[in-house]
């Protein structure tokens, strides 16, 4: 399985924007379905976007759609979340996650985005 890394996580205005990235080591995660997950104080982990394998499909939780947008980059061997529009609720510890044949098995070791009001 590949060992992913997360990046990109820091405190931000409401309003405003971060980039988060995960890269994979060890293997590419091309033919991988790459998930961004986050998990917010006193809940549980959530879903927030994914971008599919092999057709690229993208699939995000309603409560960041149209707001957050999942990407690719097969050349760089990393999925990104570009996050607009932040919101103080959207505050947590994002995680990615590459799905090994069926579940989300592998996953990183978590940024945190704090977004102030």
């Known amino acids: 399985q590949v060992q992913l890394v997360e990046s990109g996580g820091g405190l931000v205005q409401a309003g405003g924007s971060l980039r988060l990235s995960c890269a994979a080591s060890?293997?590419?995660?091309?033919?991988?379905?790459v998930g961004w997950f986050r998990q917010a104080p006193g809940k549980e982990r959530e879903f927030v976007a994914e971008v599919r394998w092999p057709d690229s499909t993208t699939s995000y939780a309603d409560s960041v759609k149209g707001r957050f947008t999942i990407s690719r980059d097969n050349a760089k061997n990393t999925v990104d979340l570009q996050m607009n529009s932040l919101k103080p609720e959207d505050t947590a510890v994002y995680y990615c996650?590459?799905?090994?044949?069926?579940?989300?098995?592998?996953w990183g070791q978590g940024t945190q985005v704090t977004v102030s009001s």
């Open positions: 060890g293997r590419t995660f091309s033919r991988y379905t």
């Open positions: 996650a590459a799905k090994a044949i069926i579940t989300y098995g592998v």
